[in-house]
């Protein structure tokens, strides 16, 4: 096979991450740019609201400097997580993550300023500059979570803080994804079969009982080597989420991941429930499952295995596209179009590698493609990851399409 086709094969399931940035001097750029905005920010410190015309400069100054600064972090976030083991791609992370915090205790001040003024001052603004429209929505939730904004000394310690705050989510990606080793498991005619994150779930679909509980223990077994580690960085964790939560005046962490969406407890609360008051009819599928498959006990490495034995089916990456294009049909040509554009334009990283962030994830800054990282192995639940990551996707491409860059995100009922 020649040079140039085995290059065409290996970018073919590659995310074309590097059109971020076509010179790696363009990162460099954007964290200057970030850092240098953040001071002409902090440079207009105490007369933010004096008048429309001030409120807009600094809004739109906020504006640029978190979009150089998103970017150049989505950036080096998606490179440390081609191969977490990289130090290149550790440290170029860790430096973004560093001046996401330094701009953020840079303009610490800029909210508990904006609240010193009252919101119908505020929201007046915008009948005098018509350019402030586009933040109304935004300025009415700044207004609406006020009991919880902190005084600008306070801010700015949490906003230095935030690296240690975020600390245990780093310790958890290397010691999952860069550390861990599964080897090899047994299957049922004694053969040994390759065991990671991405054929784990694969093994426990099968219909080889031995295959199933051998890659069930070695999993926990692997885990549980690490257990005391694993558990104090949960508590880390934890703790790190209450305190932020009581700090800023919250009954509990809960409440505090749930308002920044504007979700009230009671539907939190209620989407339990309704999962709770269907419970009896899962334990109704679990004895049915128990009988069919022909087991005394049921265990948990048995729960995904097939009631009736079929011809396990490998579906090849390119089919599985075929399949979501089709399934998809019903959205529309347009719809397809797109999807099928992002397919062929590197949205997606496909194949499991070692040291690759496990699972998968939609992801991209706001002016990047919304890229997509997947652990592919072949199976028909890999399809599914597929379409539903995609979906997520292509919410992206239309909302960066449609909304300003402060509209950006995903609220969390697009989980």
Same mark, same amino acid.
């Given at each position: ?40 920010? $902090? ?14 400069? $600094? ?16 950036? =080096? ?15 170029? /992370? ?6 996401l ?7 610490? #001040?800029?909210?508990?300023e904006?609240l010193? =003024? ?9 009948? *005098?500059?018509?350019?402030?429209a586009i933040?109304?929505?935004l ?7 006020k ?6 000394? *306070? ?21 999952n ?8 498991i ?15 779930? /694969? ?20 885990f549980? =080597?690490?257990? /005391?580690?694993?558990? $104090? ?23 505090? =991941? ?17 999962v709770n ?16 498959? @022909? ?5 948990m ?18 089919? $599985? ?41 939609? #992801? ?15 199976s ?27 509209? @950006? ?6 989980a």
């Amino acid at each position: 096979m020649a040079q140039t086709e085995r290059k065409d094969i290996a970018e073919k399931y590659k995310w074309d991450i590097e059109s971020m940035y076509p010179d790696p001097a363009g990162w460099e750029a954007d964290i200057e740019k970030a850092l240098a905005l953040a001071k002409e920010l $902090a440079a207009l410190k105490g007369s933010i609201a004096k008048d429309a015309e001030s409120l807009e400069k $600094a809004l739109r100054i906020h504006d640029d400097m978190w979009l150089a600064a998103e970017h150049a972090y989505v950036y =080096s976030r998606m490179k440390r997580d081609e191969d977490n083991r990289v130090e290149k791609y550790q440290a170029m /992370n860790a430096r973004a993550q560093g001046v996401l915090a330094r701009i953020s205790s840079l303009t610490s #001040f800029f909210i508990p300023e904006l609240l010193e =003024s009252s919101e119908e001052k505020v929201l007046s603004f915008i009948s *005098e500059n018509s350019d402030l429209a586009i933040y109304e929505h935004l300025l009415k939730d700044v207004f609406r979570k006020k009991d919880h904004v902190l005084s600008e000394a *306070e801010e700015n310690i949490i906003a230095q803080f935030s690296e240690v705050i975020g600390a245990s989510s780093d310790v958890f990606t290397m010691l999952n994804n860069a550390d861990i080793d599964f080897g090899t498991i047994k299957d049922g005619s004694g053969d040994d079969v390759p065991m990671s994150h991405g054929n784990y779930v /694969n093994h426990l679909r099968s219909d080889d009982r031995v295959l199933r509980k051998n890659a069930y223990e070695k999993m926990y077994e692997t885990f549980s =080597s690490l257990i /005391n580690t694993i558990a $104090a960085n949960y508590s880390a964790n934890v703790k790190a989420n209450v305190t932020s939560a009581k700090i800023r005046g919250y009954k509990n962490a809960r409440s505090a =991941s749930l308002a920044q969406d504007n979700v009230p407890d009671a539907v939190y609360d209620r989407l339990v429930s309704a999962v709770n008051e269907e419970l009896p009819t899962l334990h109704r599928y679990i004895e049915l499952k128990k009988k069919l498959l @022909g087991t005394d006990e049921l265990f948990m490495y048995d729960v995904y295995a097939p009631v009736i034995k079929i011809e396990e089916e490998k579906i090849p990456y390119e089919e $599985a596209v075929e399949i979501v294009k089709k399934a998809l049909a019903p959205m529309g040509e347009e719809y397809v179009s797109r999807l099928s554009g992002g397919f062929d334009d590197g949205w997606v990283d496909v194949m499991e590698n070692t040291g690759k962030t496990s699972g998968a994830y939609s #992801f991209g800054s706001y002016d990047s493609k919304p890229f997509v990282l997947l652990n592919y192995t072949d199976s028909l639940d890999d399809v599914f990851t597929v379409i539903h990551e995609m979906g997520h996707s292509m919410h992206s491409s239309y909302t960066r399409e449609n909304q300003p860059f402060i509209y @950006g995100g995903h609220s969390i009922f697009t989980a």
